[in-house]
């Protein structure tokens, strides 16, 4: 027996079991490209339009931070600039939850073990779980390629885009390989994959905004740290303008790399167990795990203090850059016009502030999301069951997470208004100052957090066992919407849905409070029908 | 006597599933009250609906005179519950999660909970991801008779304990008996049943179809007799109630409805009997003779499904 044997089996029964989720994946994602590439066709049908749009996306460091790369002005490059981050970061995120749900979950829940007591070599889980992630990539490469030359794109650009797509998604799944042997817990595995991906956008954020313009403004050469990136290696391919097929070199190196490295781990450890021994715990419990509050304290603080220092990180380095922004400005008079034209009375900085802001509050919202689904995973794993059948109320039980989570939300929030405003004090000398003022606007974005997280609690209440699907899928629509929204021409109506239409963009806009006000209601009312609805209801244990 | 539990015509449904189908239990206040039924049958929706986990949707629940459902919080102070798959945090402690679950119903006695730690010989330091099933099992059973409860709600509780465990398990039911305390122990083994309980009730697809004592149960079954006599046997395939009669000359082994017995015996005296020994139904016989008919009935219509 090798240590590969049994891996077609275990492809079989992964493909089973995603037959539903998968396809939604490639589904989403190939419509968010079709839908991004007819309305980039249909709003700039010439070139003129497509050369301003290009230099006006190089000069704005906002856009360069959240667009990429600006890379010609063709047809087929322009809706690159607009949709390939968006569609490779999600191909991202698809890979590193594929790869996790076949192997550290199945560890985790014991399932490993029924099937490595078959006729299953040591490596088949693993190498199944890689091939089910990058067979799911080169679908999706190839239907974003098809879509794309279904718009009367060339061929050759078509098929690299598709390729830096399934790419990224790939290099991921290998990162997702690795983390899944370190961390003992599928949602340990998941958070460092998460982190990963974030890190990757950052560092070709940092690298594209340093980056030098050129061609007369209509391509950005990026700076050495987006080279540190998969993201920004995916990007560098520039389909429609260069066609660099070789960068594909590099995401095939570090695949290598990495899956080496995961197989040579798991060779060293235990089926189940991490990388670190278990150390032994306490004989008693202290005082302040001995209620409900300190139980979901305990169980929620691994997921908190990961994404508290991510906020740090992520605010420190959107606040230092915004030094740079400064200095954009200084340099060129060009500039500053352009900026008052588009951003009314605000700056630069103010508006660069506002839209960083509005990502980090998104983001808080898949903080506050994941801090409500560990009510619904304690339910299905029998463990609210023994809690519930002591002496605890249904809705103390219930209040304790969602205090928790929306405390957690405010926080985070605060954190990155504070990070981002020392970061950014520092460079300009005005610690005092920035950093109220972003707190101040990072706190606008909780109203809509909230909602989110309102959101999620009814759906736990009324639907638990899609409560995961539903809570996801509206987050990612408001991402959509936040991220693609202007671009694909929604109707407003549209746009309304996402709570995040509806925030002032702080601190470039003034603050008003009815909206605000409003989503705090909104945000009460869901809540209050998700602890009523779970008070009614059956546990769902499965 | 008072009454600690007491279920009439309980009606729960999953979907299409029925899983209780108008389900009866009585349990004495002081009792241990065996709850035996085969895998799904409903035992532990019985005892999630007693616990207020799961609403009924038709019938009549009453726990310690209160409502399961509606009570639920009140309720759960006077009672301990070991679950019959125990589920604990990955990296919480044994030690941490005893001492969480019995300070969620109000609390333990310290010194009981080390008696038992060292009675169960559970390491409480260790991580519950690191426990077999075995002792994730002890923890719960550990929280529980560290308790000061009315009543011990045990579902399947010592289903993953060596004999040795078992032995011990059994010696902390009896205590809590002597206490004066109420146990509705469901169980698969039947040799704990019949060690342990004052009364069972045997339920199958969500009906109850025997309760009582084992005495009264055992009254209700047959028998087996082997009996030697002086002169070849006669006329007993004639009496009503014997069943799976060998004879052989002077020797004969046979089944008798236990409410026959006297009348057969009767008969047999007059071939001047030599040896003859009884032995009751085990549990295990009442257990096979409800489910035994229900397999092969079950069998059968799979077969003619299949066909």
Known sequence: MSAFTGTGRLVRLALRRDRIQ????????????????????????????????????AQSPVGVMFNGLVSGTSLGATAMTQSFMVVAIAAAFMSTLTVVRHTRQNEETGRAELIGAGIVGRHASLTAALIVAVGANVVLGLLNAVVLIGNDLPATGSFAAGAGIAAVGIAFAAI?????QVSETARGANGMAAAAIGVAFLLRAVGDVSGKVVDGGVTLVSAWPSWLSPIGWGQQIRPYDQDNWWVLGLLVVAFAALVGLSFVLTAHRDVGAGLRAVQPGRPTATPGLLSPLGLGWHLQRGVFIGWAVGTVVLGAAYGSIGDEIEEFIGDSEQMADYFEQIGGTAGLTEAYFAATLGIAGLAVAGYAIQALLRMRSEESAGRVEPVLAASVPRTRWMWSHVAIAACGAVLLLTLMGLSTGLAYGLVVDDVGTQTSTLI???????PAVLALAGLAVAAFGLLPRLAAAVSWAVLALCVLIGQLGQILGLPQAVLDLSPFSHVPAAPADDVTALPLLAL???????????VASFRRRDLAMT | MTTAISVSGLVKSFGQTRALDGLDLSVATGEVHGFLGPNGAGKSTTIRVLLGLLRSDAGRATLLDGDPWSDAVELHRRLAYVPGDVNLWPNLSGGEAIDLLGSLRGGLDPKRRADLLERFDLDPTKKARTYSKGNRQKVAVVAAF??????????EPSSGLDPLMEAVFQDCVREVKQAGRTVLLSSHVLAEVEALCDRVSIIRLGKTVESGTLTELRHLTRTSILVETARPITGLAELSGVHDLVVDGRHAAFDVDTHEIGRVLTHLTSFDVRALTSTPPTLEELFLRHYGDELALETERAEAAAR
């Open chain 1, 176 to 180: 997702a390989a690795v983390t899944a």
């Open chain 1, 440 to 446: 101040g606007a990072a706190l606008v974005q909780a």
């Open chain 1, 22 to 57: 998968l396809p939604i994946w490639l589904l989403a994602l190939t419509l968010t490209q079709a839908a991004t590439v007819s309305s980039v066709v249909g709003l700039y049908p010439t070139e003129q339009e497509r050369v301003a749009l290009a230099i006006s996306t």
């Open chain 1, 520 to 530: 705090l209601l909104v945000a009460a009312a869901l809540t209050a029908i998700g």
């Open chain 2, 146 to 155: 560290a308790s000061d409860v009315e009543l011990f709600v045990l579902d």
